[in-house]
Structure formats: C-alpha cells, structure tokens
C-alpha cells in the first residue's frame, strides 16, 4: 500500500534553516507529481509547494517563494524540503501527499527563539 513518511522536524531559531525529508513506497514515485502541505495550529492545511515527475519542474506558495526548495530523488524514492530563512509563521506540521488522497503521518517544523 502506499505509504509516506516524514522526518526532519524540530524546533528552529527565526532566521534558521531545516530540512525536511519524505520517503515514499507501494507506488511509482517516478511518474507522479509529490507535494508538501503544512497546517499550523487553528489553520486550514495549506499547500506549500510542487514537484514534477522528475524533478524539472516545481511551484511554490508566495509565502515560501525564495526561501523554500523542493528537491527530489527518484531513484531513493525521496523528496525534500529545503527551508531557509524561517520565520515564526512558517511554525507547522508539514506534510507529504500524493494525490489522490495519500498523506504521511506529518512533523513538526517550530520556529521559535
């Protein structure tokens, strides 16, 4: 079955940098588009970004935009998040889904002094 899951959360200073992980199983990572969403407390989940079959593409939310990177490995079945410059309201449970309905289980980014 499918299955996500997420890792490299923790708490981080503003201004700071995390990295954050999703390796991916029972379907062909290679041929589908993977996305990050995160949801902080009292919020709706909200899309962060998108990632293309191969990586050649991606897409972010404007809040994010230039300070966030998606990256992916096919051949590990993986795909990434690179956060830079966080801020307190990037403070979230982040996701990885695949659509149609397949999320991991979460982790927690808090970014906080």
């Known amino acids: 079955q499918v299955q996500l899951v997420e890792s490299g959360g923790g708490l981080v200073q503003p201004g700071g940098s995390l990295n954050l992980s999703c390796t991916a199983s029972g379907f062909a990572f290679d041929t589908n588009v993977m996305m990050w969403y995160r949801q902080a407390p009292g919020k709706e989940r909200e899309l962060v970004g998108s990632s293309g079959f191969s990586g050649g593409w991606s897409s972010y939310a404007d809040s994010v935009k230039g300070r966030f990177t998606i990256f992916r490995d096919n051949a590990k079945n993986s795909m990434y998040l690179q956060m830079r410059s966080l801020k307190p309201e990037d403070t979230a449970v982040y996701y990885c889904?695949?659509?149609?309905?397949?999320w991991g289980q979460g982790t927690q980014v808090t970014v906080s002094s």
């Open positions: 889904h695949r659509a149609p309905g397949y």
